[in-house]
């Protein structure tokens, strides 16, 4: 899952980044509102959650709620703010967050308020993804095989297998990969996919199924769960 975080304190967007990353979430932070709102517009990567800070240089978090809202955006939104009145919380909840965290705040508690997001938004806690005979599962971060065998992933091999299971048979280049599983500020270099794509395809190949993901060269990749070439 991937997390737009707005929050303009270095301190507390540190630990709150950390936080997240530790949870397996894919994070991008900004400290201002305007690029928060660029990244929300540009349209080359999903958000599954936001986090936004009410006082941040700008745009204010309540203004970013009110432009997707708006928009007719559904992304679930937590509000971060020391104000602590009751018609401070009204005036968020009615701009269009889905749930307001007043500061200071434990990380613990953060953590607990996103899973209630997800818990209220289906779509967010699926906990298996199927595309033909192959079922990915949330639950305990493994490929199911046809033949039921169950091949434990890593975080980031979970998630690019997500990306491609999301997208079956379709085409996907390393750019958009890279925008979608990478965080915008990442430092990483140029064949990054290439060579993490390598690394699923040589775990899915230790079961005879590497097949799975194919390369289109000159393009990019592309899931084909109905391919008959399984490894001999």
Do not use: F
């Given at each position: 899952m991937r997390i737009l975080l707005v929050e303009d304190e270095p301190d507390l967007g540190m630990a709150v980044e950390k936080a997240l990353r530790r949870e397996n979430y894919i994070v991008d932070w900004v400290q201002e509102g305007i690029l928060a709102w660029d990244y929300l517009d540009q349209g080359s990567v999903n958000y599954t959650l936001a986090i936004f800070d009410w006082m941040v240089p700008g745009l204010s978090g309540l203004e970013l709620c009110q432009r997707l809202r708006c928009r007719g955006?559904?992304?679930?939104?937590?509000?971060?703010?020391?104000?602590?009145?009751?018609?401070?919380?009204?005036?968020?909840?009615d701009a269009g967050a889905d749930d307001y965290l007043i500061k200071p705040f434990g990380m613990a508690e953060l953590l607990a308020r996103l899973r209630s997001l997800q818990r209220r938004s289906p779509e967010l806690q699926p906990q298996q993804l199927r595309v033909g005979e192959w079922e990915l599962d949330y639950g305990t971060f493994a490929l199911v095989t046809p033949e039921q065998a169950r091949i434990a992933l890593t975080a980031k091999e979970f998630q690019l297998l997500e990306y491609f299971m999301k997208h079956p048979q379709q085409i996907l280049s390393s750019e958009q990969i890279k925008n979608q599983l990478w965080a915008l500020s990442a430092e990483s270099t140029?064949?990054?996919?290439?060579?993490?794509?390598?690394?699923?395809?040589?775990?899915?190949?230790?079961?005879?199924?590497?097949?799975?993901i194919e390369t289109m060269y000159g393009l990019g990749y592309r899931f084909q769960p109905h391919s008959p070439h399984a490894d001999k």
């Open positions: 955006s559904s992304l679930p939104i937590l509000m971060l703010t020391a104000k602590d009145q009751i018609e401070d919380r009204v005036r968020g909840l140029s064949n990054v996919v290439a060579a993490q794509v390598r690394l699923l395809r040589r775990k899915l190949g230790e079961y005879g199924h590497s097949h799975l």
